[in-house]
């Protein structure tokens, strides 16, 4: 089975705890622990962004042996708070030299899951933008590694190519047009994505939208626990 869930915001031996915003962020990390030890070896956790705190892999050692008690295998997406993302050659070094053996990183590449291929990149968002042509060069960027990962998803299956981002490329009146765009030309028919919490979550687009199916999966979102991604069934997972 395919879970996603994005926005742990892990902070096991780090001062930056959730908890200070209350409400569903109080002992959240005991949340996450209950839900991911349900899943299975044989399912796939796919983790759209904002894992961990850590500053660099080091700091975020104690997070990912966290995340090692989730027996699922774990595709890590990078979102805008993930710090101690490095090169996918380093990643998977330093994660092999402390027994991570079931990570992976979902970067210009795709995986395959029965007959669908899980595509994604973190996204562009309005929030982040310094200028028009800073803006306009992270957006081409963050549109080369989409391309590149539907590309790879393409190779490995003529079935569903199932898109993964950090940002919403819709939210509360603003398109994220290259984005968007991409999305239609690959003939993409779900996109999930993360990083909206709060009170923003209410502004989220969910549903059909120009024959795409939007699902918003920030951890308070979901209550913490990884939504079930219906391969079967589009939308179905939004019931």
Not at 30 to 56: A, Y
Request: glycine share 8%; with cysteine.
């Amino acid at each position: 089975m395919l879970y996603a869930i994005g926005d742990l915001h892990l902070s096991v031996n780090l001062p930056k705890k959730m908890d200070v915003f209350g409400g569903a962020w109080e002992n959240y990390e005991q949340k996450i622990s209950r839900s991911l030890s349900e899943l299975l070896p044989e399912d796939t956790l796919l983790l759209c962004g904002d894992t961990s705190w850590g500053m660099n892999l080091s700091q975020s050692l104690p997070d990912f042996l966290f995340l090692k008690e989730c027996p699922a295998k774990k595709l890590l997406l990078k979102g805008n708070h993930d710090y101690f993302w490095d090169t996918e050659a380093k990643m998977s070094r330093f994660w092999s030299e402390n027994s991570l053996h079931n990570f992976s990183i979902l970067h210009n590449n795709a995986f395959l899951h029965q007959s669908a291929a899980i595509c994604g990149t973190r996204g562009w968002f309005y929030e982040e933008e310094k200028g028009s042509g800073q803006d306009e060069k992270m957006i081409n960027r963050e549109v080369i590694r989409l391309r590149a990962s539907l590309d790879a998803g393409r190779r490995l299956t003529d079935g569903e190519l199932i898109v993964f981002l950090h940002y919403p490329p819709l939210y509360n009146g603003y398109r994220c047009r290259p984005i968007l765009d991409v999305l239609h030309e690959y003939q993409v028919r779900r996109c999930y994505y993360g990083h909206l919490h709060g009170h923003s979550r209410m502004r989220a687009t969910e549903g059909e939208h120009q024959g795409i199916v939007y699902r918003l999966i920030s951890a308070d979102h979901l209550n913490f626990r990884p939504l079930a991604v219906n391969l079967g069934l589009i939308g179905g997972d939004l019931q």
